[in-house]
């Protein structure tokens, strides 16, 4: 095979294959996993090999997948599911919201990447072998870090609300009260390094305690986690939306509501902490609102429906603000405001 040839070229050059290939027919495995190899053996280092590999990862999935929803706000068809239809981003505002993403991905995530693959063997995590696990072994490590980040996102997220870290780190990532995919990582880079951590701390605990974790699977989590986050910020519900399959999912919908009302809804993957906690109340009051605007706008033609749901948006942004300046404390707070 072409990629094997290529394998054992590199090998011949820096003979490194002796050195980590040594117990390994390389013509036996599968395409993704022979690529594998023959990158570790042309880097000729792993700790280079790996900590380029992971931000390559990182930078190459999150702006791939930003790019679809980029395209999408340039496509009027989709506004019909856009979940504030009137506020739609300026070429400007994503420029200006992907320098702030550069700043803190090579600031902030580049240092954190470049140290993981040390850590990472201390650990005891595999990083340069082959065969990768098999996706029964990775399917249950990669639902436990979702289970675990979401609830350590939740209190994080719910900490960064408090007053002097929401006016000195969150506030930045509260520019936009109607999101976009790039905003995702659009962020304070305190919160970048704080809220990452429970990206990553989820397979660091797991491989401590098991032994048992390649750097393959962590990927595969990665980049699943960077969809979710870049999702749940496009500010899109279609009808094949996740949550629309699964009811637990939080998705756009459910974000959205945080970015445009302030409070509620902390978690990211999942709706369990906000519900079982009841942080989710002003956001349930909503749906509710919406449903019965619906409801007396039936026969209504579009423009009048859509006037009404426009009065609605309007009316629980300007609540958020309030609930803003409170949090920051911009303005006195009274027992009627309660930001959760």
């Given at each position: ?85 009137n506020k739609i981003p300026t070429p400007q505002e994503q420029w ?187 956001y349930r009051e909503y749906r509710l609102r919406i449903a019965a ?48």
């Open positions: 095979m072409a990629l094997n040839a290529t394998a054992a070229a590199a090998a011949a050059a820096h003979g490194t294959a002796q050195q980590l290939y040594a117990h390994v027919d390389l013509s036996k495995l599968g395409w993704l996993e022979q690529f594998w190899a023959a990158w570790y053996i042309w880097i000729d280092n792993p700790v280079i090999a790996t900590g380029l590999m992971s931000f390559l990862l990182h930078e190459i999935v999150y702006f791939g997948r930003c790019v679809l929803w980029i395209i999408i706000d340039a496509i009027p068809y989709f506004q019909r599911w856009k979940l504030q239809p200006e919201c992907t320098k702030q993403v550069l700043f803190s991905h090579f600031t902030i995530e580049l240092p954190a990447i470049w140290l993981f693959h040390p850590l990472a063997e201390v650990l005891g995590m595999q990083t340069y072998q082959v065969p990768f696990p098999s996706w029964q072994t990775m399917l249950p490590q990669v639902a436990i870090f979702f289970v675990f980040e979401d609830m350590f996102h939740y209190f994080a997220h719910q900490a960064l609300h408090w007053g002097p870290l929401y006016k000195h780190i969150h506030k930045l990532h509260h520019k936009y009260s109607a999101p976009f995919g790039l905003a995702a990582e659009y962020a304070h880079p305190a919160e970048v390094f704080i809220l990452g951590t429970g990206t990553i701390a989820g397979p660091m605990l797991y491989c401590y305690f098991t032994r048992n974790l390649h750097i393959f699977t962590v990927y595969v989590w990665i980049t699943l986690r960077l969809f979710q986050a870049i999702d749940a910020h496009s500010g899109y519900d279609f009808p094949w939306s996740l949550q629309h399959i699964l009811p637990f999912w939080s998705g756009a919908e459910h974000h959205d509501f945080h970015h445009m009302a302030f409070t509620n809804n902390h978690s990211t993957s999942f709706r369990w902490c906000d519900r079982l906690f009841g942080t989710d109340d002003k605007s619906k409801a007396a706008m039936k026969g209504k033609s579009k423009a009048e429906q859509e006037a009404a749901e426009r009065q609605l948006i309007a009316e629980i942004e300007a609540e958020g603000q309030r609930a803003e300046a409170v949090a920051e404390g911009s303005i006195p707070g009274d027992k009627t405001v309660k930001v959760q």
